[in-house]
């Protein structure tokens, strides 16, 4: 039986689950970690977090290059939940794009598990397998942030599902 295209990714955090919303929902937090190794300036981020409201985040290549992504909030539950879409430069005029979301659980020991779907069947399977990689650097560098803040040491990958 064939999966369905998309991404789904598991990771728990050695942070509160208020912090890692937080890393979602507040434009300095978002910029530190978002496009990993690529400058995303605060000032080319906005986060209207809220059902309806309009997110957009801009990556910079070293080459000079602009990486603009942009979507709308779905669903908002804090501390718990995120969904919204996701376009990009290559997103057919009109499109809505892919649908995340975002799930966070409280662990206990201030530790924090996520679970993050990016679902559409807009994109090809190369395309998934490199938007995969790319959150999954997100991610590591999320996770660097949070052990910056003193909340933890870091993030710990316990399983990486392919569906």
């Not at 059902?51 to 804090?78: K, L, N, R, S």
């Not at 879409?85 to 662990?107: H, I, Q, Y």
């Not at 938007?131 to 991610?139: P, Q």
């Amino acid at each position: 039986m064939a999966s369905a295209p998309g991404i789904d990714l598991h990771r728990v955090f050695d942070a509160p689950r208020e912090y890692v919303y937080r890393a979602w929902t507040e434009p300095e937090r978002f910029a530190a970690w978002f496009g990993a190794a690529l400058d995303v300036p605060v000032d080319g981020v906005l986060l209207d977090v809220r059902a309806g409201g309009a997110w957009h985040a801009t990556m910079f290549e070293p080459d000079g290059g602009e990486v603009p992504f942009w979507g709308e909030y779905q669903e908002v539950v804090p501390p718990e939940r995120l969904m919204f879409t996701l376009a990009d430069r290559s997103s057919d005029d009109g499109a809505e794009g892919e649908l995340v979301s975002v799930t966070l659980t409280e662990l206990g020991d201030g530790r924090t598990g996520m679970r993050f779907q990016q679902l559409g069947g807009n994109l090809t399977t190369e395309q998934y397998a490199a938007a995969e990689s790319g959150w999954s650097g997100f991610f590591d560098r999320l996770a660097s942030g949070l052990a910056e803040e003193g909340r933890g040491s870091g993030a710990k990958v316990t399983g990486h599902d392919d569906n």
